[in-house]
């Protein structure tokens, strides 16, 4: 028996979700092209953000929405790339994790993580957030599945969580300035 969507106001379904995480950390990325470089706090801060939100959606995506899609899709090679990309994108995560602003490299690796998100955002809303709109999916349970998934792993990276801004996933804002503990990886 299939579940019945949650009756929240506002909710998003899974694709509208994914997408507001897209554009999210598309605007880091070119505040980070913005930025004073020499800004170091700024810098770090700003990298963090990033690398936190980009861990949590590729969680939701993993746990939730490419098993779901996956099952429904018969171009298989796309989701198993998407994946691909995860695996490049923690290890560029990891690598900034593990640096400091002033250190060589640091912002070429994190331009090249922006790479990799704008064609990874970029096929997966040109090919398979399309095919998951034409699919037989519950898109909405899936999407409350996944906010909630997603309020969790925020909590678990200190990250604030207000009920509003949740139902509209904007404005994501870390509580304090010191490091979350990392959540492990599969």
């Given at each position: 028996m299939a579940k019945k969507p949650r009756e929240t106001p506002h909710?998003?379904?899974?694709i509208e979700l994914?997408?507001?995480?897209?554009?999210?950390?598309?605007?880091?990325?070119?505040?980070?092209?913005?930025?004073?470089?020499?800004d170091e706090d700024g810098k770090r801060d700003l990298v963090e953000k990033v690398c936190n939100q980009l861990t949590i959606h590729a969680e939701i995506e993993e746990e939730f929405f490419y098993p779901a899609i996956r099952d429904?899709?018969?171009?298989?090679?796309?989701?198993?790339?998407a994946q691909v990309e995860h695996v490049m994108a923690k290890q560029l995560i990891d690598d900034l994790e593990s640096m400091e602003p002033d250190e060589g490299l640091y912002d070429a690796k994190f331009t090249v993580l922006g790479e990799y998100v704008k064609h990874h955002i970029e096929e997966e809303e040109k090919e398979i957030?399309?095919?998951?709109?034409?699919?037989?999916?519950?898109?909405d349970t899936l999407g409350a599945d996944m906010l909630d998934r997603k309020q969790e792993l925020m909590g678990e990276f200190g990250m604030d969580?207000?009920?509003?801004?949740?139902?509209d996933t904007e404005l994501i804002q870390p509580k304090s300035p010191k490091k979350p503990a990392r959540h492990p990886r599969a």
């Open positions: 909710a998003k379904n899974a994914l997408k507001s995480d897209h554009e999210q950390v598309l605007q880091l990325f070119s505040d980070f092209e913005k930025m004073n470089k020499e429904v899709l018969d171009e298989q090679d796309l989701l198993d790339e957030l399309p095919k998951a709109k034409k699919a037989q999916l519950d898109l969580i207000d009920e509003e801004e949740m139902q």
